[in-house]
């Protein structure tokens, strides 16, 4: 992904956002994308995530409203289990995005919002506990940390697992797993880490990002 109109991609994703809250579903903005795009601006994304009940009835229903190029269906792990994500690709106003419809398996767990357009928001809580799955399901993707440590800022990663850990399932150990999967990857790989950091806009060196998880890491094996 590279993108050099952010403006012109924040609209197409807003009129998409439009689509989806005109389906008469309860959908909720969640994830990085609602961080990204509610609370922080750190950096952009292509990728929209919604999580819902039922996946694959909104993507029959998008078939309707948006130009679908794409559809594909795998598997998402959410603590305690994997659960079906219909991943849907398009193009708005030529630029391509593409939208992670996410089955919900903890919709009342945490407090959301309903916007204007239909859709809900999740709190900064939900949003940091969906995050923390995503990185570790994937720790090789640097841009989950990179949101972590934003949210750090204002809410620490150490209080956040002491505090929801029992609801969420989510414990240290397996953050720090995850982080010290990621700096293996940084150091194999520091020319794509980088061209991944430039590409979402992100304004944190990977070195700067080396030296908070392993600080991160320090702070909860202790």
């Given at each position: 992904m590279f993108i050099t109109d952010v403006g012109k991609l924040l609209?197409?994703?807003?009129?998409?956002?439009?689509?989806?809250?005109?389906?008469?579903?309860?959908?909720?903005?969640?994830?990085?994308?609602?961080?990204?795009?509610?609370?922080?601006?750190?950096?952009?994304?292509?990728?929209?995530?919604?999580?819902?009940?039922?996946?694959?009835?909104?993507?029959?229903?998008?078939?309707?409203?948006?130009?679908?190029?794409?559809?594909?269906?795998?598997?998402?792990w959410q603590i305690p289990e994997k659960v079906p994500q219909v991943s849907v690709s398009t193009v708005k106003d030529g630029i391509n995005l593409k939208i992670n419809l996410i089955k919900d398996i903890f919709q009342d767990m945490f407090e959301k919002t309903k916007l204007e357009i239909g859709l809900y928001l999740e709190d900064l809580e939900g949003i940091y506990h969906r995050i923390l799955l995503d990185l570790i399901n994937c720790p090789e993707n640097i841009l989950y940390a990179v949101d972590i440590a934003y949210i750090d800022d204002e809410y620490h990663l150490i209080d956040f697992i002491e505090i929801f850990s029992k609801n969420?399932?989510?414990?240290?150990?397996?953050?720090?797993?995850?982080?010290?999967?990621?700096?293996?990857?940084?150091?194999?790989?520091?020319?794509?880490?980088?061209?991944?950091?430039?590409?979402?806009?992100?304004?944190?060196?990977?070195?700067?990002?080396?030296?908070?998880?392993?600080?991160?890491?320090?702070?909860?094996?202790?």
């Open positions: 609209d197409a994703q807003d009129k998409i956002l439009t689509e989806l809250g005109n389906l008469d579903e309860e959908l909720i903005i969640s994830g990085s994308f609602g961080f990204v795009r509610a609370y922080s601006q750190h950096r952009i994304t292509d990728t929209i995530q919604i999580y819902t009940e039922n996946p694959e009835n909104v993507s029959e229903k998008l078939k309707d409203v948006i130009d679908i190029r794409e559809v594909s269906i795998s598997e998402r969420t399932g989510i414990k240290s150990d397996s953050v720090v797993e995850s982080l010290k999967k990621l700096l293996e990857v940084m150091e194999k790989d520091r020319f794509s880490i980088d061209r991944t950091l430039r590409e979402h806009s992100v304004n944190i060196s990977s070195n700067v990002m080396k030296r908070w998880i392993k600080a991160k890491i320090e702070e909860l094996s202790q």
